[in-house]
């Protein structure tokens, strides 16, 4: 059972069982002086002085519409809370509720914006790109960024018939990369973004480096590649946030139906 505790000012207002009677007549309604003095048999001077008395402690309040001659009077929430003191939990839960849908959006973000992992840097005149993986990487509140790669590159991945699964294979393996959850991450997950100028084929030197190699191997390096980048970063898609949201998204439902419940109930008059 939910434990309430008094203090001195509302300890003395409730030490009549009058008052007490007025807040169970106003349990849940918000009711005039006319109103609260035929629930509970008592006359309007008597029931103004008591009236005085719950709204000095915090457990009445009075509403006055203007142009209106009529004073309603209704519980506080501290009010509400000595009726039904399972008021509290209910803000526990509300409160728990949307702690789960900020923390649904935040991976939705995150899963949206992705998190750096790496970088393939070509060199004028090369045949081969290097990769450097990212000294940070995994959940990042917005903006994802990652300042500092590793000094020195973990591979070097041949020019030739290079394409951005080949360089993202050789991420994963290289770099061991895994996800926020531990998960494994794919190819797939890994999107490349141009963070450099771009080299033509004969700037870069590739015609010439394949040139002996024949027509078929030039016209199949033109075509994976067009125009080279020098920088590139790798950006991780990371699946489990996709599950993580979802995840959220359906907590969120079920604790927020749950104290919609509870809320509505909890406004039930008892008395």
């Known amino acids: ?15 009549s069982t009058t008052r007490l009677d007025i807040l169970k007549a106003l349990d849940g309604k918000k ?6 003095s035929e629930a509970t048999n008592l006359n309007k001077a008597t029931l103004h002085e008591h009236l005085v008395k719950l709204n000095e402690a915090g457990l009445v309040k009075k509403k006055e519409r203007e142009g ?53 840097v070509n060199y004028m005149g090369s ?17 994802p960024s990652v300042q500092h790669f590793s000094p020195a590159p973990i591979a070097q991945v041949s020019l030739t ?3 951005v699964s080949s360089l993202s294979r050789t991420l994963l393996t290289e770099g061991k990369l895994k996800g926020v959850v531990g998960n494994n991450i794919t190819p797939t ?20 480096l394949l040139n002996q190699g024949g027509g078929v191997a030039e016209d199949r390096a033109a075509d994976a590649f067009g ?5 590139m970063i790798a950006v991780v898609h990371d699946p489990a946030l996709q599950y993580i949201t979802v995840g959220c998204i359906i907590i969120f439902v079920i604790l927020l139906s749950i104290g919609i419940w509870r809320l509505k109930k909890s406004k039930t008059p008892k008395f």
């Open 161 to 163: 018939n290079q394409t």
């Open 189 to 208: 997950n890994i999107d490349w973004q141009n963070i450099g100028e771009s080299y033509s084929l004969e700037e870069f030197g590739v015609k010439e």
């Open 68 to 120: 209106h001659k009529w004073v309603y009077y209704k519980l506080t929430w501290k009010g509400e809370g000595l009726l039904h003191p399972e008021n509290t939990r209910i803000v526990v839960l509300f409160t728990t509720t949307f702690l789960t849908l900020f923390l649904g959006i935040v991976t939705l973000v995150n899963y949206v914006k992705g998190y750096i992992v790496g970088k393939a």
């Open 227 to 231: 125009n080279i980048p020098s920088e």
């Open 127 to 143: 045949d081969s790109t290097l990769l450097y993986e990212a000294e940070a990487s995994g959940l990042n509140i917005i903006p």
């Open 31 to 36: 009711l005039n002086l006319k109103d609260i």
């Open 1 to 15: 059972m939910t434990k309430v505790t008094l203090d001195m000012n509302t300890f003395k207002a409730l030490a």
